[in-house]
C-alpha cells in the first residue's frame, strides 16, 4: 500500500481545481452491456485486494431500473444545484453490503466439504453490488431491464475534491483523472458525502477514503483502464474527449449520442452512456408496436436528462439508414469492427511492461 | 491553569481514574463550536451553515509533571462513546490540546503559514494508547508528524469520558518543548463522533489559556 501512495504522489504532477487541460472520458453502449461483471472483477483482481478493501468494488455493474450500489445512492445528496454544494450523507456500511465472509476454511480445508454448504458467516446480508440483479420494472409481457456500469466519473468539477478541507485530492491537467494523495487525507469523509455518485469508499481499516484512479498507471504506458479493456463486449470506448477524431469525442460531441448519467447533478461526469433503446413494446396480440419504446422513455430522462430523445432520434435514424443499405459512421463506431480501435492510443499490451 | 509537579511515576499520571487526579484542582471551561468561516472547504461551510457545530460545551481539565513527563486529564460529558465509525454513519470520539510554536499563533485557524501550532492528538480509534503528534500551520494543513511522542489513556463510563494526554516535557522532533517553572499557551479541542464531528468540526476552548508548568 505504501507503494501504491507513493505512485499516487508520483503522479501528482500537475493540479487542477476547475476542469483539466486535456480530459480522459469513457462510453459506455448500454444496448452492447451483458452485465457480466468482466469490468468489476477486472477492477477488483488488480486495486481493492488490500486491508479493507473487501467491500470496495470502485466499478459495479447493476441492473436497472433499480436500487442501485449503494442501495439507493441517488436519494444521498451532493453535487451541484445552481453552482451551489448540496449537502449529502453517507452510506451505511449495509446501503454498501458486500465483503461478506464466507466459512470457506471449514468448507474448503476442514474436512466438511461433503456435510456442510458454502455460507456467509456474521450478520444475514441485506443488500451488495448487483443485489436486485435483472428485477427490473414493467408487467410481462413488457418487462425491462438494462445494465449500468459506474465507477468514478472522473468530474470536470469534482465535488468530492472541492469538498475536502486538507486539499488532499486533485485533478491531473494532463488527463483530468481525479486522485486523493492518502498520505494527507484523514478520513473525514467529506468527499464521500460531495460525491452525488457514491463511488468513493471509506476504508474503516486505514482511516482513509478511496476511489477509482481511472488506472492511472496503465494510462501512463499507454494501457486502457482494467475495467475497459478486459470487456468482452466491446461496449466501452475509452480516450481523450478533445481528440475529435477518436471514437469517445465523436460519440458525445460529433454525434451526441453519449450522454453522463444524472447531469442534473452538476459535476460534469466524464464518464458517458449510449441509452439503450430497447425493444419495441408488445401489443396483446403478440405484435409490436414499433411506435413504443418498452423502456419508458421518461425513465432513460430521469438518467440521463432530456438529451435522451434526441440521441434515441439520431441513433435510431441511423440504424434505419444502415438497413436499408446505406453507410453511417455511428453504427460503424458502435458495432467497433476493430477491438484496439475502441481505446487507440491506449493500446499497448499490458503484458509487455514489466510492472514495478 | 497550572500543571502541579508531582512525584508520580508516568504510569500513574496516564491513568484517568488515579486517586491522586481526584485531589488536584481543576480547570473548567466552556467550549463554543467552530466558526464556520474558518472551514477552508466550500462544501463545509454549505452543508452545515445553520446546523450546530460543537456538540460538547463544557470540559474540566486537569495538569501535572513528574519532572519528566507532562499530563492532561480532560473529562468531559458524552452520552454517546464513539469507539469507531460504526456502521459509517459516525466517527470515532476525539480531543486535542493545542500549543503554540509561534507566540503569535492564532487559534481559530489553527496556526497560519508562520505560525505554527502542535496538536497532541487522541481519538477513540487510535491503537490503544498511541496519541498523534500534529503540526497545523492554518485550517487544514494539519500534518502528523513520523514520531509521535503522545500515550494517550481513555475511559467512556456513565456518560462521560475520561482521558489523559502525556507526553515528555522535552522531545527530539516537531513540537512544542516545555520545561519546569515556564509558562506556555495551551488550548483544547473535543470532537463529538455521533454529531459528525471530526476535522474541523469540534468544540474548541474559544481562547488560549495560560499554563504555568510548577
Known sequence: MAQKTQRTRKARKTQSRNGAKQQLAMVFDLNKCIGCQTCSVACKVLWTRDEGTDYQWWCTVNTQPGRGHP??????????????????RRPTRQEWGGGWQFNYEEVLYGGKGQSVFLHHVGEEPQWGPNWDEDQGAGEYPNAY??????????????????????????????????????????????????????????????????????????????????????????????????????????????????????????????????????PALLNDDGSFDESKPRIPTEYLEGLFGLKVRTALDTFRAEMTKTREGGKSELMDTLIAYWWKDMFKPYDRDPAEIQWK | MKAAKLQLATRTLLNPAAQQWAKMPAEEMSLAGTPLSEQPSRYVRAAWAGKPVGAVRFLKVQAAHNGKDIAFRLEWADETENKDHGDGSVFPDAAGVLFPLNKDAPLESMG????????????????????????????????????????????????????????????????????????????????EGSSQERGGLKSFSKHWLDLEIA
Open chain 1, 71 to 88: 442501495r439507493d445512492y441517488e436519494t444521498m445528496g451532493g453535487g451541484y444545484r445552481e453552482g451551489v454544494s448540496q449537502p449529502g
Open chain 1, 145 to 278: 431491464y438494462f445494465y449500468l456500469p459506474r465507477l468514478c466519473n472522473h468530474c470536470t468539477k469534482p465535488a468530492c475534491l472541492e469538498a475536502c478541507p486538507r486539499g488532499a485530492m486533485y485533478k491531473r491537467d494532463e488527463d483530468g483523472i481525479v486522485l486523493r494523495d492518502e498520505s494527507r487525507c484523514r478520513g473525514y469523509q467529506f468527499c464521500l458525502e460531495a460525491c452525488p455518485y457514491k463511488k468513493v469508499y471509506f476504508n474503516f481499516l486505514r482511516n482513509v477514503s478511496q476511489q477509482c484512479i481511472m488506472c492511472f498507471p496503465r494510462v501512463e504506458q499507454n494501457v486502457a483502464p482494467s475495467c475497459v479493456r478486459q470487456c468482452p463486449g466491446r461496449a466501452v470506448w475509452f480516450g481523450m474527449l478533445d481528440d475529435e477524431e477518436g471514437p469517445v469525442a465523436k460519440l458525445v460531441r460529433k454525434w451526441e449520442v453519449a450522454l453522463p448519467l444524472h447531469p442534473e447533478y452538476g459535476t460534469e461526469p466524464n464518464v458517458f452512456y449510449i441509452p439503450p433503446i430497447g
Open chain 2, 112 to 191: 497560519g503559514p508562520k505560525a505554527p501550532v502542535n496538536a497532541w492528538y487522541w481519538r477513540a480509534n487510535l491503537p490503544e494508547g498511541e496519541g498523534q503528534n500534529l503540526i497545523a500551520m492554518g485550517a487544514g494543513t494539519v500534518q502528523e508528524t513520523p514520531k509521535s511522542f503522545a500515550q494517550t489513556r481513555a475511559h467512556w463510563a456513565d456518560g462521560r469520558w475520561q482521558v489523559v494526554l502525556a507526553r515528555p516535557l522535552t522531545i527530539d522532533g516537531d513540537g512544542v518543548q516545555l520545561s519546569s517553572k515556564q509558562s506556555t499557551k495551551v488550548a483544547f479541542a473535543v470532537w
